[in-house]
Each structure stands twice: as C-alpha cells, then as structure tokens.
C-alpha cells in the first residue's frame, strides 16, 4: 500500500504556545485516518499544516510526495479541502458555487453528478444562506471533490450537526472512500472516530499520545468487557465463584459482572446460562464494551468533552 | 482566464442581489436626479457659467456613485468575504488572490459605470443634456476617478479589523464628503468656510475633474485633480497589496 501522506517531527507554534510537537505519522492509500482529541490539542494546526496553508516551524512534510510550502498549488489542485470555519457568499446559490468551483481545476469533476451524488438536486437553486447546518457540510463535501482528488482532508466535519445528519455524513464519507480515495479528517467525537476511521492518532496538547486501529487501541487498553444486569431478588452466594474469570460487583439491585482478560467463552453467555440455569429472574441485561472514550480517559486521565 | 471569467460573472449576480448597493449604485442617483431637475430644470444659469443643473450635476452624481461603490461596495464585500471565510475557502483551491482581486474590481467597476450610464441616458431624454466635453478625455477621467476610490475601499478592508468596522468606517468616510465636496448639490450652494474643508476631500478632485471635463475644459486645467488622484491611486494598490490577507 502506498503511503500518500508522510510526516515528520512536525512542530508548530504560535507565540509562546506549542500548538503541535514531535508530530509524526504516515497515512497509506485508500483508508481513512482520522486525528482525535480534545479543541486545542492541535488537529486543526496538524492538518492546515498539511494543506499548506500553515508553515511549520519543524518537520518534514510530504503530501502525495509534494511539499505543501513549495508546491501548494500542484497541492492544490490534487486534494479536496474542507476547513472547519470557512463559508461561501450568503447568496451564492448552490449549482453557482459548484459551478464557479469546477472552474478553478484542470481536470474538474462532473459537479451535475456531485449535486447528485450528495442528495442536494432539490437544493440546487437554494442560496447558500438558506440551507440547513448538514446540507452546508454535504455541499463543502461537494466543493472538496470537485478536484477528483487522491486524497480528501476534512476538519470537524460533523460538528454542530444533530446525530441524524452526522449518521448520514458518515455514510457519505464511507461512500467517498468507497471510490478509492484516501481520507483524513479530524474530530473531537471519539465516537466518531471509532465507527468510522480505519486509524486513528489520539493528540492530547500537541502530540500523538496513541495511534493505531480503534480496535488494537481499545484492546490494548487491557479493559475488561461488562455485564450489566437488574435484579429483584439478591443474588446467591457462590455467584462470583462458579464464574470462570470474572469479578462481580454488586450496586444496589444493579450487577455488573467484569470479565478478565484470557476468556474461551464469551462473558455474556457464560453469565446468562448460569443465571439460566439456577433459575434467577433477571432483566435489562446488556454487555458494555470498551471504547475510544475509555482509551482517552486511561491515557490522559481525563474525560474528552465538546 | 476560465475561473476570471465565472467569478467575475458570479460577482456581477451577487452585487445585483444586494438591494442596498444596487439601489444606492443604480437607483438613487437617477432618483437625485429626477428630484432636482423637477425642482430647477435644466434651464442655463449665470451660477453654472451658463450651464444648467443638470448639464453639472450628471459628472457630480457619477462622482457620488464612485465614492459609493469604492468605499461601500469594495469595502464591505472585502472585508465580509475575509471575516466569514469565504476567501479561507478559496485560497484551498488553486485560484490566484489575483483572479479574487480583479474579478471585484471588473464587476464593481462595470456596475460604476452603468450608474453612469443611467444618468446620462436618463439627462438625454428628459433633460436634453448638453455635454461640450471630449468624450474619451471625460473616459479615462472616469477610469482613474474609479479606480482611485476602488484603491480607498480595498485600503479600508485592509486596515479595519472586522467587517462591521469597516463599513462603519466607511459610511463616516462617505456621508459627509458627499456633501461636502460638491458630489450630492453643487459646490456653489455651499458657504465659503465649508468650501475651505472640502480641499481635503479626496472625492472634491473626483468632482473638479468629472465636471470640468465633462464642459470640455482640458486636463491642463486640472493637473492638481489629476495628480491627488493618481496618487491616491498609486497609495491604494501599494497599501492594498501590503495589507491583502486571506484571513
């Protein structure tokens, strides 16, 4: 798989504040690497970097082989670009912004099957003012594709967006991938991160405090999986011990069970057989998995939060 | 050339589709016009050098329309497209800040230029107009008139901080040389001491040199007009240039 983005010891600073250090990373064709961690911690600066529309005080840089500083507008003119804060003119109209945009790339795409493709035809006349926060990121989404690019970069895409449009932004930027491109993008949604990226690169104050796949992340976290269930009556002694490997913790009519490490059979099957099998009544039973969330906590010691 | 084109034409919708600038750029100069000429007509006065208020009030209105669209129509769609990130947007594409720069500078200028087209069609027909000038030396008056102010406004969006600052700015800057300098009633209502004043209004060369051009006096006449303009012509694309920023 080839590498399309290559960085290096990146460094960045604003005045007295060190916005990103030590930055390394690779991104490798066709998946989508994601950058997460709390505001501040210096995504945005991490991929603007990228896009050439920072300098970075240190480091190496290579976007499909190209250096950002020196070759921007060759850059430019191969990678789609969604920024976290840009717009366009209140009353520019849909098919105008895609059709002004096309404009500028030598090898445009079709933006006639773009406005398709993101489900914005009926918005097509629609100034840009009038459209609602999703349909705004789905035609900048639109705009970063017009180039046909190898590589797609976007920044906060979801944010301020309700879960029923982030859910379809999600399926729209699997979509893209689907095509063959690779896609980097930044967020603060761990959530987000992990049901959609391939990698991600955790960034806490300014440097990668974790990079892998989510799931070699949340598994090498060495967290336990859950049990969780409601009881009316008490639970009998010799529970916790006719359970191989497991601890139980017992909160009120609330049982959590806390599987370890080296298990054959799955926790929850092994839990609701026994409880099957000595004739307990018992409800809302549900298994809970570790997340990102978790890895962030047990890496940083603190919660992410919006 | 393709993306000058598209955005020039682009641009030239959206001025349109601001009903402020296009009334104050195209519909308030003629409505001027009507509303003296119903008042004084047309007929030539000592006051005017034996012309009449409409004959000296077309190169007065034009030079009102150019100090609008330079410190009102540049200024604020400059200043607006930096503070909302609409030129952040742009600069991820391969279009040159040139392209930005020139496509504003085309519509803006063409929309000038039919203002006073408006008003000169407008003096033809119901005023019967008269104009003693050199039509091509009334042009290339016009053309470094505009694009002086056209300087003034990208100064403006430059140096204010925010958009609301340069517009507010802007209008302190408009509304009284409108007055003052001859542009919105002639400079001969005025009382002496504010005539004084107004030699350091940029806009009273704007209107020395339309309107003596426009009764076919020569540039000779006018070096002053025509050397504080280019000047400020000159000032403007220099400061322009040092203080463009895309954010």
């Not at chain 1, 099957?276 to 940083?300: A, H, K, N, Y």
């Not at chain 2, 000296?56 to 200024?75: D, V």
């Not at chain 2, 009273?204 to 050397?227: C, F, K, M, P």
Request: with cysteine; aromatic share 8%; hydrophobic share 45%.
């Amino acid at each position: 798989m080839d590498t399309i983005v290559q960085v290096e010891g990146l460094r960045k600073t604003y005045g007295a504040t060190v916005a990103v250090d030590e930055v390394s990373f690779e991104v490798r064709e066709g998946e989508i690497f994601g950058m997460v961690g709390p505001n501040g911690a210096g995504k945005t600066t991490t991929i603007e970097c990228l896009e050439g529309l920072r300098k970075p005080d240190r480091g190496t840089i290579r976007v499909l082989g190209l250096d950002p500083q020196r070759e921007g507008q060759t850059l430019r003119e191969r990678t789609g670009m969604q920024l976290q804060q840009s717009n366009l003119p209140e009353r520019m109209k849909v098919w105008e912004a895609l059709d002004l945009y096309a404009s500028f790339y030598p090898k445009a795409a079709d933006w006639k099957e773009l406005l398709a493709q993101l489900g914005l035809e009926e918005k097509r006349n629609t100034p840009f003012s009038k459209l609602s926060g999703g349909q705004k990121q789905r035609l900048f989404i639109a705009l970063a594709l017009l180039p046909n690019p190898q590589l797609v970069f976007l920044d906060e895409l979801t944010t301020g967006l309700d879960p029923q449009a982030r859910q379809a932004t999600w399926d729209l930027v699997r979509k893209v991938r689907s095509k063959g491109k690779t896609i980097m993008l930044t967020t603060h949604f761990m959530e987000e991160a992990e049901r959609l990226c391939d990698r991600v690169a955790i960034l806490d104050h300014g440097r990668i405090v974790a990079l892998g796949t989510p799931e070699a992340l949340i598994r090498g976290l060495g967290a336990d999986e859950r049990v969780v269930f409601s009881l009316d009556s008490t639970l009998p002694a010799g529970f916790e011990k006719a359970l191989t490997r497991a601890a139980v913790e017992v909160q009120g009519e609330r049982v959590v069970v806390h599987g370890k490490d080296g298990r054959k059979i799955p926790l929850v099957s092994e839990v609701v057989s026994l409880l099957t099998g000595q004739g307990i009544p018992f409800r809302d039973l549900r298994t809970e998995q570790p997340t990102l969330e978790d890895v962030f906590l047990s890496l940083t010691g603190r919660e992410i939060k919006d | 050339m393709k993306s000058l084109l598209k955005m020039t034409w682009m641009e030239a919708k959206l001025f349109l589709r601001e009903p402020v600038g296009a009334f104050f750029t195209l519909v308030f100069p003629l409505m001027m016009l009507f509303l003296f000429g119903s008042i004084y007509g047309n007929e030539p006065t000592p006051m005017f050098g034996g012309h009449g208020t409409i004959d000296i009030s077309i190169p007065a209105y034009t030079a009102m329309i150019i100090a609008t669209t330079g410190l009102m129509a540049i200024t604020i769609t400059m200043a607006t497209y930096r503070e909302n990130g609409i030129l952040r947007r742009l600069r991820t594409t391969p279009v040159s800040p040139l392209v930005v720069l020139a496509a504003q500078v085309i519509v803006v200028f063409a929309m000038t230029s039919l203002g006073m087209l408006l008003l000169i069609v407008a003096g033809k027909l119901v005023y019967h107009v008269r104009f003693e000038g050199n039509a091509f030396s009334v042009l290339i008056g016009f053309v470094l008139s505009s694009l002086s102010f056209f300087g003034l406004g990208f100064i403006l969006a430059g140096l204010m901080p925010t958009a609301r600052t340069a517009q507010v700015v802007g209008m302190v800057l408009l509304y009284p040389m409108l007055f003052l300098s001859g542009a919105g009633f002639p400079r001969e209502l005025l009382p002496d001491a504010i005539k004084k004043v107004s030699a350091f209004l940029p806009l009273t060369y704007v209107v020395n040199l339309l309107r003596g051009l426009w009764i076919g006096e020569t540039w000779s006449q006018h070096t002053t007009d025509a050397i504080v303009l280019a000047a400020l012509l000159v000032v403007g694309v220099l400061i322009s240039i040092k203080t463009f920023r895309w954010e």
